[in-house]
């Protein structure tokens, strides 16, 4: 058997820094260059054979990822908040972080983080640009409020982002000068085409051929939506990484810290570390929960009872979570039994 290389790379926006030790952990080259592709297929030409890399979780990690992925033996991604537990020390640059990111390769201790593949990252950066066109959009709606309450103008706010309402009220209320009236066309205009742009983006990820089947399939449990069925999908991934329901919820955010010492157990507010595009949509469909699914209707109030309607809302998400992770684990549609059949069996 040839032996392994192994390679740490320090990951930048305008450089790499590279460390390449063997098994023994003799160094065998380490230096930096420029992060485009053609320096990584002129350097991927010196190294020895066969190799394996690892590197940290960045914004820039996963064209890097995807250009080293097919000549490597193994690439793995490190998890950036382990990883610096691991590595903290006094003395941090660019070639230390490249050789403890080898060393950590190299002795099998490195905390890997889940890469999804190049399909699914590239439909969930479409899905995630849709989150920020919806916000720019309630950006907009509010400006047009504001923009109207500066000048003292009254107006309903149920019928305001109306198409129809709001060309009357500029028809027809005096009390809009000729200074306010193009920019509350602009801003209603802007509300306009991005609502319709992000009307498109939903239509092209609901018909995707990668995910018109698993989506169908989620979209048939209570109250789970295509912007929330989409979501699940493209944010989990593979759904068979999650060994438990429980570890499911923790990466959606829907737990809190667990602080332990001795007999002293702190239980803390829900977890910053978590995925927060799941986060956030989950919690928005168990407010909606309730009303499309009796059985979640009672999970809402027998935790409500309790006097915390946002615990209330967090079981019901959690029960959500366990939905998703029985349909797509399963690969088939929710089934909804009636009580009194279950009571009679």
Known sequence: MQ???YIGLDVHKRKISYCVKDSSGKLHSEGSIPATRFDLDRWMKTLPQPWSAAM??????????????????????????????????????????????????????LPECYMASTAIRERRRTLRYRNLLVRQMVQM????????????????????????????LLATNPNIDEGLRPLL??????????????SALVRSLARDRLLVDRVERLMSIPAIGPITALTW?????????FSSIKKAISYCGLCGDEQSSANHVQRTPLSKQRNK????????????????????????????????????????????????????????RFLVLDHEVCAAA
């Open 277 to 332: 595009h799941l986060q956030t949509t989950l919690i928005e469909a168990a407010k909606m929960a309730p009303r499309y699914s009796p059985t979640l209707a009672l999970l809402y109030d027998k935790e409500r009872q309790k006097g915390n309607a946002n615990r209330a809302t967090l079981a019901v998400a959690r029960k959500l979570v366990a939905y998703l992770m029985a349909v797509d684990r399963g690969q088939t």
């Open 56 to 109: 940290e979780a960045t914004m820039f990690t996963g064209w890097i990822y995807d250009h080293l992925k097919p000549h490597a033996a193994a690439l793995k991604v490190a998890h950036p908040l382990m990883l610096r537990a691991i590595a903290a020390a006094k003395k941090k640059n660019d070639r230390i972080d490249a050789d403890k990111i080898c060393d950590c390769l190299r002795c099998d201790f």
């Open 3 to 5: 032996p392994m290389y």
């Open 185 to 198: 066309r602009l801003c209603r205009e802007t509300v306009v085409r991005l609502g319709k742009t992000e």
């Open 141 to 168: 709606k509010n400006k047009i409020s504001m923009l109207l309450m500066e000048a003292g103008i009254s107006y309903n706010k149920q019928g305001l982002h109306k198409a129809g309402y709001f060309r009357e």
């Open 233 to 241: 999908a493209l944010e989990i991934g593979d759904v068979q990484r």
